[in-house]
Nanobody
């Protein structure tokens, strides 16, 4: 599975962005999916995840209430809507496909395939 993340950019604090994750080689509808982010000098951290059906979502406390993960299996795409962005949200954002759909959903070790990342920069 090759994942492609897009939608990053430069935005002012308080603004919004929507990230997209698409796949080639296999349909995303077979996988639970997650978004992670990584800032310079920091480990990749969990942001949000969504079940195969889209009926269950998971969020890091730091983004709960501001970010929304969703999926459109017909379009083979997973989204991350990011509102009320803060400078501390600045990072490279990665989408990943979960190895099984069962687990904490919050550990990067549970994810098998990753996209190349898209940079989000939030200015103060």
């Amino acid at each position: 599975v090759q994942l492609q993340a897009s939608g990053g950019g430069l935005v002012q604090a308080g603004g919004s962005l929507r990230l997209s994750c698409t796949a080639s080689g296999r349909t995303l509808s077979s996988y639970a999916m997650g978004w992670f982010r990584q800032s310079p000098g920091k480990e990749r951290e969990f942001v949000a995840a969504i079940s195969v059906s889209g009926g269950t979502t998971y969020y890091a406390d730091s983004v709960k209430g501001r970010f929304t993960i969703s999926r459109d299996n017909a379009k083979n795409t997973v989204y991350l809507q990011m509102n009320s962005l803060k400078p501390e949200d600045t990072a490279v954002y990665y989408c990943g496909s979960h190895r099984s759909g069962w687990g904490t959903m919050r550990s990067r070790l549970e994810y098998t395939y990753w996209g190349q990342g898209t940079l989000v920069t939030v200015s103060s």
